[in-house]
């Protein structure tokens, strides 16, 4: 069976994000009002075949410790579509 | 009060995807098997002042409408942190 998976990968807080500080900037250009720490990364969408949801969760979360997210600078949140 | 706001934006469905062929091809060389339509996009985060979180999602909205996302080439969801 396959599963949408949806995998969010973050910069951690504290570090810098410039790209997060460049969107924050514009939205407050463009006339948004009440925006604070924005963060930018990456949303990864991948179809897993696997046995169940638990399994397909496991294996994206393989996926980012070992390539799609760095350990040391991102932090990562894996959600099975259901 | 201040609602953390997590937006993806994600090229559509039928548009060419590099990105997203390019980490598809390194998760097979990595040895993950049966994975399939990948497709790299942004995550986003903010916090967002609003008076309940119905209006911090529509802020969002509006922000991914005009700014965030491109309407021709990206889909975009937006969900409010409980």
Chains 1, 2 share one sequence.
Not at 35 to 62: F, N, P, T
């Amino acid at each position: 069976m396959t599963f949408r998976v949806h995998v969010r990968v973050i910069p951690r807080p504290g570090l810098l994000d410039p790209q997060g500080q460049a969107v924050e900037h514009a939205l407050g250009s463009l006339g948004f009002t009440g925006v604070q720490q924005v963060r930018v990364g990456k949303a990864i969408e991948l179809g897993i075949e696997a046995a169940d949801a638990a399994a397909a969760e496991s294996a994206a979360r393989r996926m980012c410790e070992r390539f799609l997210a760095n350990p040391v600078t991102e932090d990562f949140v894996v959600a099975v579509e259901a």
